[in-house]
């Protein structure tokens, strides 16, 4: 067994067992869609990470998991808002955040992210977290869009910065990996956030907006 495999195993073991994230995998199994949910232990961080938040973003939002995982950890009353652009996600989502007992807190918005957070921008709604899991090219633009729509303190959390290793080979010039060394630049760059790389599954980049 491999070292990452070794350690896959050792989580699957020890963390405790999540219905919802079981659910989930035998649903995509039946239909035959990929698994693209966040791993358990990345969606208890994320349920961490929302703890004390009143109100959450998630951009891409598949079967539903990550959002379980952030509603399940936002105050009373906070509410996540989730975009995903194709409608047979949404669907299946709201089934299972139905399922989790989660509805009540969960909003689907149905479009094209980018499209949704300029909407959100003129609206003038603020988020204390936002999580971000969609497509890669878009993440610099999700961040600057991101950056009008975060509370002071807010954090953002990115999901695959590392674009399977391929944002660390400079020779890679495909879109995803040139925008993901481009975020990578921007999260460092911009005075207005302390941020963080870290080497954690497929590369997790965590941005606090300066209160
Ligand atoms: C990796 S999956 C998200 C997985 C989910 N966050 C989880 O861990 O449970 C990415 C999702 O982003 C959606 N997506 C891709 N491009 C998008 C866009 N431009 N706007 C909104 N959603 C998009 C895809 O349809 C897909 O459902």
Redesign the pocket.
Known sequence: MSEPQHRDAYLEAVLPPDPARDAIRRDLLERGWPD???PVALGRLLTQLAMGSVSAI??????????ICIARGLSPGGRLLT????RE?AELAAQHIEAAGLGHRVEIALG???ETLAHLRANERRFHLAFV???KP?YPRYLDLLLDLMHPGGLMVFDNAFGRDRALDPSATSPTPTALRELHRRLFEDERLVSTLLPMFDGVAIARVRP
């Open positions: 693209m949910c966040v998630e951009i891409g939002t598949y079967a539903g998991y990550s959002a975009l995903e652009s194709r996600h094209d992210a980018a899991d969609a497509h878009s």
